[in-house]
């Protein structure tokens, strides 16, 4: 089986994987040969694409991580606030997910998008089970984190649609709506004596960051329970990789590498690693692009082959990326993707009701190489100023205009990052946010780069997905991500 994107499927394609409603109902069944208004209705339905079968993939087998009917059992259980059902369906999971064995999350999951909030939930539970196994959770930790993740959403259910699925741009009143929804859940199942103090910490504080910048509290590493720093990265990840109707979804190769970002600024870098484990950056049955101009589809990616996959060119030719004879060859992206910054595909909805303008940004390094790096992926959506001296940065801020963000590195022999930062402060009078660049995820260094006034941290080496959202986080005035 192989994955088709829903503008590419055709009239005759065999459905590999069955199609179903934000309820769970089958809308189309495997085995199904596609017909055009099939397609019409998937398209409607706001499906991204789906599974088929055909001779080039019928070698390629994909299973899910839990049933069907488990799956089903799941959306109607968060659609219908049934505590006492996610209870049991938490159970199950943890069953079949213990009883898979080989874990790899190489299905990609099919929603429509007015089923989102159910199957995102499921998804997170699924997710967070997988992680907890991957950190050694016990069977009855693993139930209770599963838990968590199918209820960490149902505030949403009260929060209106035209809010929950607009298209366009959020003002800040919706966006303080949205915010609520973490709390709203909590308030559901607070009084509920059978549900675990973790669990609903975990609920309450899904969206809390590492470093202390997330909501409603901002509470840090150290007030931050397992459950909560393990459903934070799950419910991320699966946003990431969703297509809602406001954005793109990112690759799972975009979504791991914003993840890892923001290891130690956002998420428990252990609780990435755990993630990592067990998603694949090119899933199974998917059609990439090749640095040489050719397509290929995904047919082996487990363990040394996450990064270098047993590809089938569409000449039904084998390419095995691990062969130094292929080392020149790289996948540049999905064969159908649109080949974006992956920050763009959310810009409607982080930059809420700022007119569009181009920002411009001082970046503060003494090492050329750090400042090549940034401009490489930086200078076609802002303007640059790159300046290798704090004194230099420090003069040329009181005699021009000044930028909308300064990336500041910490550690630079004639000023420290901190002492560079204070007297920006003094010239500029604290209008001015600054993004620290710092060597590790030093929880002291980041202490004091947050007393000096810090909008946010970028570690080395960058990640461009985390640094490029990062950047937009903080020029639209957001304190954290949705």
């Not at 007015?114 to 139930?143: P, R």
């Not at 199974?284 to 082959?305: F, M, W």
Request: aromatic share 8%.
């Amino acid at each position: 089986m192989r994955y088709v994107k829903i503008e590419n499927a055709q009239q005759g394609m065999k459905l590999a994987y069955n199609m179903y409603d934000s309820a769970g109902h089958t809308l189309i069944c495997s085995g199904s040969i596609l017909t055009d208004s099939y397609i019409k209705r998937l398209s409607e339905y706001g499906f991204d694409g789906v599974y088929i079968t055909d001779e080039l993939s019928d070698d390629i087998d994909i299973q899910p991580i839990i049933s069907p009917k488990l799956r089903t059992e799941g959306l109607v259980s968060v659609r219908e606030s049934n505590i006492d059902k996610c209870r049991n369906v938490a159970k199950e999971i943890v069953t079949q997910v213990l009883n898979k064995g080989a874990l790899s999350l190489d299905l990609t999951d099919l929603r429509s998008f007015d089923g989102y909030t159910y199957a995102h939930s499921v998804n997170v539970a699924v997710l967070s089970c997988i992680i907890g196994f991957g950190m050694n959770l016990k069977d009855d930790a693993l139930e209770q984190l599963v838990m968590a993740g199918l209820l960490h959403d149902l505030g949403k259910l009260v929060i209106p649609q035209e809010i929950l699925n607009k298209k366009g741009r959020l003002t800040p009143d919706e966006y303080e709506v949205m915010k609520t929804h973490s709390t709203l859940s909590y308030e559901i199942i607070k009084e509920r004596w059978d549900i675990s103090a973790q669990v609903k910490a975990a609920v309450l504080y899904h969206h809390e960051n590492v470093d202390g910048s997330g909501y409603p509290d901002g509470i840090e590493f150290e007030n931050m329970t397992i459950f909560t720093r393990i459903l934070h990265v799950a419910d991320v990840y699966d946003a990431l990789v969703s297509k809602r109707p406001y954005k793109a979804p990112y690759s799972p190769y975009e979504a791991c590498e914003y993840l890892m970002g923001a290891g130690g600024i956002m998420f428990d870098p252990k609780v990435v690693e755990a993630l990592l484990l067990y998603v694949p950056f090119y899933p199974k049955g998917t059609q990439v692009k090749l640095s040489d101009g050719r397509d290929a589809i995904i047919v082996e990616n487990s363990g040394k082959r996450n990064l270098r996959p047993l590809l089938r060119l569409m000449d039904r030719t084998m390419l095995d990326l691990q062969d130094p004879a292929n080392y020149n060859i790289t996948i540049l992206h999905g064969a159908n993707e649109e080949v974006t910054d992956p920050s763009i595909a959310e810009e409607e909805r982080k930059k809420m009701i700022v007119p569009y303008r181009k920002y411009r940004i001082m970046i503060i390094d003494d090492m050329l190489i750090n400042l090549h790096a940034l401009r490489g992926f930086l200078q076609n959506n802002y303007f640059l100023d790159l300046v290798t001296s704090p004194r230099q940065a420090l003069l040329q801020l009181k005699r021009q205009t000044e930028p909308d963000l300064i990336i500041l590195d910490m550690d630079m022999p004639e000023m420290s990052g901190i002492e560079t930062a204070e007297k920006i402060n003094g010239i500029l009078g604290g209008s001015v946010p600054i993004l620290f660049v710092v060597e590790n995820n030093d929880r002291g260094v980041m202490a004091k780069c947050r007393r000096a006034g810090a909008a946010g941290f970028i570690v080395r080496p960058y990640k461009p997905a985390y640094v490029k959202a990062e950047i937009k986080r903080i020029l639209m005035g957001r304190s954290v991500a949705e």
